[in-house]
Every structure is written in structure tokens, then in C-alpha cells.
T-cell receptor, first 114, second 110 residues
């Protein structure tokens, strides 16, 4: 069974559209993350939720809004998509009580804005 | 299905020790293997390896790839407490997306 699953795996959409990426984990972790991978393979954290509460909110456009309906889910909604939003987005999860250990990443969602 | 396996999952050493982290992989249409160091938030990029047998070095860290045996190692010599972190291995295959291992937690004690 997939531990951290993201859907969709690929997303091609036009500028100006609104889209969502979903993430679910079945590991019993209490903390979930969204990362954006840039063209140089650097991973930049965007958001983190612990027990459904936002704990990390890096400087990202307001067009990006995370939503965590429960500990096992963290979705990413993007409004008014722009060309520069094209990237691979990774979801990850971990246990807050054991920081810096046991990160599990999803397989990524490749977003292409045309 | 693409897969990345790291070993050991955790390691505790004393300052000055040398450690070797292992990463084995199965991936379709291999493109590159990457090592990251994760301390708090986002992983920090360390190395990207694409060719077998060519060692990449940065200070006390070095890494090498064996594309025949499908593995890579990350060496850290003269470890320091600041090396304590989770080290992630990731592989890029034909889909161009990264597949991550679960990470290896290194603890360096004074």
C-alpha cells in the first residue's frame, strides 16, 4: 500500500485556471508538508500542518492555499495559475514527536501550466 | 515500480568518526541520483550523480555512484555534531520526478 499518495501525478492546465492537488498518508503521521521542486532539483518547503494546524507558511503567493481536513490529508489549491507555477510538487509526512526523522515523500505531482 | 532503499535507517557515532550511508535503487530509465541533507525544513541539496565511478566531493562529504550494481554511497569523514541530520537519497528516472528513500538519521555525539 502506498504510504503517501498524491493525485494527480501529472497535471497540464492553462494559465488562469484553478487546480487542486491532493495528498493522503496512511502512516499515522501527524505532520504533513508541501514542497516545490525547482528546475535545479532544490526542494523548497511551502507549508506544513501538524494535527490540522498550519505551522509553517513560507513566502508563497496567496494564490496557493493549503487545506487539511484531517491529519491524514493535506491538499493544495492553486488559484489563477501562472507559467512560473510549473514544477513538481511533493507531499511528505512525518511524526512531530521525532523531528528530522522518518520523512516519507509522495511520488510528486508534475504541474505544467501552458 | 521505482524504488529507493537507504541503509542503515539510523546511526549514532562520535565526533571524528567516519560514516558511510548506502542507497540502492530500482528505477526505469535512470537519469540521476541525488543526496540531500535535511535538518529542519526543506532538504539541502548535496550532490547529483549521473555517471558511474566518478566521485563527487565537497569538504568532508563525498559520494560515488555504481550504475551497474545500482547503488550509491555517501561518505562523511571526521564527523561533527553539525552533521547530525536526516540524509535523503532520491533517484530521477524516466518520468523526471524524484523518488525518495525514507532517509537515514545520523546522530553525531560530542
Amino acid at each position: 500500500d502506498t504510504a503517501v499518495s498524491q493525485t494527480p501525478k501529472y497535471l497540464v492546465t492553462q494559465m488562469g485556471n484553478d487546480k487542486s492537488i491532493k495528498c493522503e498518508q496512511n502512516l499515522g503521521h501527524d505532520t504533513m508538508y508541501w514542497y516545490k521542486q525547482d528546475s535545479k532539483k532544490f526542494l523548497k518547503i511551502m507549508f506544513s500542518y501538524n494535527n490540522k494546524e498550519l505551522i509553517i507558511n513560507e513566502t508563497v503567493p496567496n494564490r496557493f492555499s493549503p487545506k487539511s481536513p484531517d491529519k491524514a490529508h493535506l491538499n493544495l489549491h492553486i488559484n489563477s495559475l501562472e507559467l512560473g507555477d510549473s514544477a513538481v510538487y511533493f507531499c511528505a509526512s512525518s511524526r512531530w514527536s521525532t523531528p528530522n526523522y522518518g520523512y516519507t515523500f509522495g511520488s510528486g505531482t508534475r504541474l505544467t501550466v501552458v | 515500480e521505482d524504488k529507493v532503499v537507504q541503509s542503515p535507517l539510523s546511526l549514532v557515532v562520535h565526533e571524528g568518526d567516519t560514516v558511510t550511508l548506502n542507497c540502492s535503487y530500482e528505477v526505469t530509465n535512470f537519469r540521476s541520483l541525488l543526496w540531500y541533507k535535511q535538518e529542519k525544513k526543506a532538504p539541502t541539496f548535496l550532490f547529483m550523480l549521473t555517471s558511474s565511478g566518478i566521485e563527487k566531493k565537497s569538504g568532508r562529504l563525498s559520494s560515488i555512484l555504481d550504475k551497474k550494481e545500482l547503488f550509491s554511497i555517501l561518505n562523511i569523514t571526521a564527523t561533527q555534531t553539525g552533521d547530525s541530520a536526516v540524509y535523503l537519497c532520491a533517484v530521477q528516472g524516466g518520468s523526471e520526478k524524484l523518488v525518495f528513500g525514507k532517509g537515514m538519521k545520523l546522530t553525531v555525539n560530542p
